[in-house]
């Protein structure tokens, strides 16, 4: 497609259940990153890709949060055993480097 | 570190006025690239503009202007003759060499352009 789509838009999940969100780049950009953005705040890293190469993984919140992109293109992140506090947009951007990022709508994770 | 700080929350204006969003940044990197997001309620974030830290020349495209200033570490965003359909939360960022790429995102300002 034109540009990177995300699935689901919107997930409402259990406490404690285990959760994936894809990410489809838009096609030829090698990097790929996603984001984490709390209501009413800017959006903040959760980790890098370039290709299949996970490169920075500095901004996952605990080992409960996992990212994969194991052929380069589409990515999922996965949170496991879901808490409230896990409860955010998760947008996802890929890019050429060094060129603007281009986002993708976001999927809204609720955690009741 | 880095770090981006937009001190304006919200800002409301009537239609046709013009408007400054203010942002100021932190780095030690000499090589950086400075970004403006706008989003609106639909929740996407939209591209504006890339700038690198070797261009300080203003940037003008339609409404949209921009003026980074690197003495005062600041990358300020005006729009001229503001309309309604501007109304969006906007966001600054930094992107340094040897950070990965990764931006690192102002607080974003609200902005509310009535009629």
């Known amino acids: 497609g034109a540009g990177v789509s995300q699935s689901p838009r919107y997930k409402v999940a259990k406490r404690g259940q285990d959760v994936a969100l894809r990410c489809d780049p838009i096609s030829g950009h090698v990097s790929l990153f996603w984001y984490q953005q709390a209501l009413g705040q800017g959006p903040e890293f959760l980790t890098y890709?370039?290709?299949?190469?996970?490169?920075?993984k500095s901004g996952l919140p605990s080992d409960r949060f996992f990212a994969e992109r194991p052929e380069g293109s589409v990515s999922t992140l996965k949170i496991q055993r879901t808490q409230q506090e896990d409860s955010a947009v998760y947008l996802c951007a890929s890019s050429l480097a060094f060129a603007g990022q281009f986002f993708g709508p976001g999927t809204r994770l609720t955690v009741l | 570190a880095q770090k981006v700080t937009q001190a304006q929350t919200e800002i409301s204006v009537v239609e046709k006025e013009d408007v400054t969003l203010d942002c100021v940044y932190e780095t030690r990197d000499t090589t950086y690239y400075l970004f403006w997001y706008k989003q609106p309620p639909s929740g996407e974030l939209v591209f504006l503009i890339r700038r690198n830290s070797f261009d300080e020349q203003n940037e003008i495209s339609g409404r949209y202007s921009w003026n980074f200033q690197k003495s005062t570490s600041s990358f300020n965003f005006t729009i001229t003759a503001s309309q309604v359909v501007d109304s969006a939360v906007y966001f600054c960022a930094l992107s340094a060499n040897n950070a990965g790429n990764m931006l690192t995102f102002g607080g974003g300002t609200r902005l509310m352009v009535k009629p």
């Open positions: 890709f370039q290709n299949e190469a996970q490169l920075d």
